[in-house]
Nanobody, 121 residues
Framework: QVQLVESGGGLVQPGGSLRLSCAAS????????MGWYRQAPGKQRELVAA???????NYADSVKGRFTISRDNTKNTMFLQMNGLKPEDTAVYYC???????????????WGKGTQVTVSS
């Protein structure tokens, strides 16, 4: 019914950059907040950055000044520009969206399947 598909992950050296994308598709009427989360091996999933439909954003302290979240509401797409990557940024990155479906007044939360980001020399 709804799919969130992440792309853009990969292997990068410390100090490098990556740009993640998340494309939402399906019977979507509107999308409220969207966010990027990450989960490293043996750790809990954590919020990296989130953005409202109006463009207001917030970031985890660990990524402030290095990562930038953005979205294109016309294409139901969200991005995460990651600069100055560190080995501790290594994780699976997940896209999340709170959205309304056509024909429903209830807000649903959906997750993508994740994309691996590995920062290593």
């Amino acid at each position: 019914q709804v799919q969130l598909v992440e792309s853009g992950g990969g292997l990068v050296q410390p100090g490098g950059s990556l740009r993640l994308s998340c494309a939402a598709s399906g019977s979507i009427f509107s999308i409220n907040a969207m966010g990027w989360y990450r989960q490293a091996p043996g750790k809990q999933r954590e919020l990296v950055a989130a953005i409202t439909s109006g463009g207001r954003s917030n970031y985890a302290d660990s990524v402030k000044g290095r990562f930038t979240i953005s979205r294109d509401n016309t294409k139901n797409t969200m991005f995460l520009q990651m600069n100055g990557l560190k080995p501790e940024d290594t994780a699976v990155y997940y896209c999340n969206a709170d959205l309304f479906l056509y024909g429903s007044s209830r807000e649903y939360g959906f997750w993508g399947k994740g994309t691996q980001v590995t920062v290593s020399s």
